[in-house]
Every structure is written in structure tokens, then in C-alpha cells.
């Protein structure tokens, strides 16, 4: 298998296409359930649901990936820049963590989440 190479810019644009599509896991997981871990690449559940960096990987690399992104060996994964991403990824497992928990602060974590994506997109010219 060949590895996937990602950076912050293809993990953050997939993310935010994710976001438009409704796609998210932070968008379609409705309660936690402590049996399931949070932090995951692909919903077992739920097919075409992915958390932020799950949404860059193709079905087989996200399997096979582990969390974080850094710590997945290079023959699966290989990151430009692995805290950049990590901090993607971060973000959005923040987010997740406030609608499950019913935080108040769930809509500025989700702007967070976009705002570090939208950094790693070069604006057009």
C-alpha cells in the first residue's frame, strides 16, 4: 500500500467541505455513548461520517490510521506538518466534546474548528 501524504491544507479543506456537507462527526453524533471512543477516523455507525482528518483519508488508510495523526507510521500516513494537523484534529474532537457534554460553549468551539481550517487555506488571489 501506498502511503497517504497529507497537510494541513488537504486535511482542513476536506474538513470544511465535511462541515458544508453535514458530515462531521461533531454534526451527526447526537449524545456520547462511553462505550464508543470519541476519537475515531470513520463512524461505524453511521457510512460517509468522518471526524476532521478521517474526511481527507480514503476507507482503507482511515482504518488503518491511529489517533493522533502523528503517531500513525509512515507506511500507512505521511503529514507535512504533524502538529498542524494534530491541532486540526484537536479542534474538532473540542467540538464534539461540548455538544456531548451540553456545553454552553459549542458554537465557539465550532467557529475555532473553522477559523484553524481556514488558516491552512491560502486565500485566492
Not at 458544508?20 to 451527526?28: D, E, R, V, Y
Not at 478521517?54 to 482511515?62: I, K, N, Q, S, W
Amino acid at each position: 500500500m501506498t502511503p497517504v501524504h497529507l497537510t494541513p491544507k488537504i486535511v482542513a479543506e476536506a474538513a470544511l467541505a465535511a462541515h458544508a456537507g453535514k458530515t462531521l462527526c461533531a454534526q451527526n453524533i447526537a449524545e456520547r455513548n462511553p462505550s464508543k471512543p470519541i476519537n475515531f477516523y470513520r463512524s461505524n455507525d453511521k457510512p460517509g461520517v468522518a471526524c476532521a482528518v478521517g474526511a481527507a483519508l480514503p476507507d482503507d488508510v482511515a482504518l488503518k490510521a491511529v489517533y493522533p495523526a502523528s503517531d500513525t507510521p509512515p507506511d500507512v500516513m505521511v503529514l507535512s506538518d504533524p502538529k498542524a494537523i494534530d491541532r486540526i484534529q484537536e479542534l474538532h474532537d473540542s467540538w464534539t466534546l461540548a455538544i456531548y457534554d451540553k456545553q454552553a460553549n459549542a458554537a465557539e468551539a465550532e467557529q475555532r474548528f473553522l477559523d484553524e481550517c481556514r488558516k491552512h487555506i491560502p486565500a485566492p488571489v
